[in-house]
């Protein structure tokens, strides 16, 4: 069964919002979003990225600054979990892969 959970246009419109902030606060244009796994799924033609939409709450793909945010679990988490999730993968645009950085980078801004 297909879950339905979804942002509400207010959320989807802060989300938009905390991403115009971001770019402009870590100067990362052009960031893009996206809440459709099988699209961003698509976009790693190699398929060494597969996301799981039941376990990840977000990712990144850092050659196309595109990150997913997984509403169906997020839209019923405290949005700090957003906010968090979205620093974590501005983290991954700005350091790659390099998980210990952007442990770094997510905590130095939100403890
Ligand atoms: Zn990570």
Redesign the pocket.
Known sequence: MKNKKKFSGVDREWIDSLIHLFENIFELDFVTLTYDIDYFNSLDSAHTNIIDDVKNVGSCMKSYRMIYLNEKILSGSPRSETIRTLL?EF??IKHGND?SR?LKFERRYMP
Request: zero cysteines; hydrophobic letters at 20%.
């Open positions: 974590h983290g991954h998980e952007v």
